[in-house]
């Protein structure tokens, strides 16, 4: 009893940072690729908790509900545990629906502020000017041409060297999507527009592969080389038009979290 009830209430506490966390960290942003795990990932649920826990305190003080602060000390201290617990239970009872309610908000809240983070970051590309912010493997950045140097606009081409039994495979084509593995590497890629290298010296070409797209295993991948060509938007030259530009390609990144 007397460990139990402050766990529990510890627990509630960096619940919202969980939350956060795991909204924050999923889709683009993967804990695989930002090399998060064990101890930083507890540190970010307690850095995420703390502002969290705070902005929820004062939402709840604003609708008029008093935080019982001396009671939460006494949980956390185990200080008079019968005591306390019977206190706690009143309050339960007493304030029943509209601590569930508040609580619940407050962790779908989290959840909702981590996704939005997590677009905003994307639509501003501010992880690729700041370290802190950076995902870990560098081949993210490049597969999809989310570079500082290089504008929205763009289509990264790959030239992939596959290792195969029989030997090795040279493939082209448009990236599409990737796939991350446990370990942050490639699991698979996936290719629009596929070609395979056939002959050797003046006589190589590619020739077309059938089907919409094509998967390249990563276990297999040896070698990639990246292409890309940039797509200048018509009317380039007006400032309007410019402005424009930029505003569609920013709700398409915020939107769809297209690079």
Known sequence: MNLALPAFLIILGLLPGIVFFHGYFSGRFSKQLAGVGGVTEVALYVSFALPLDVIGV??????????????????????????????????????????NASYLGLLGGSGVAGILVRRFVWAFRLDVVIPLLRMKQDWYYLLQGRLASL?????????????????????????LSFEVGGDGGIR??????????????????????PGNTFIVMGSCIRSINMRYIVVHPVGAESLRL??????????????????
């Open 151 to 175: 504008p929205r606009t763009i289509f990264p081409y790959a030239d992939i060297l596959v290792e195969h039994p029989d030997g090795s495979e040279l493939y082209q084509g448009l990236v």
């Open 188 to 209: 698979q890629l996936v290719l629009r527009d596929a070609h395979r290298g056939k002959g050797r010296g003046q006589g190589f070409y590619w020739r077309p592969i």
């Open 58 to 99: 004062i939402v709840f003080r604003r609708f008029g509900a008093e935080p019982e602060f001396a009671l939460m000390a006494r949980l956390v201290s185990s200080a008079e545990p019968a005591q306390t617990a019977d206190h706690l239970a009143v309050l339960l009872k007493s304030h029943w629906v509209m601590t």
């Open 242 to 259: 410019r402005i424009w530009h930029w505003i569609r390609d920013f709700y398409r990144s915020f939107v769809f979290q297209e690079p």
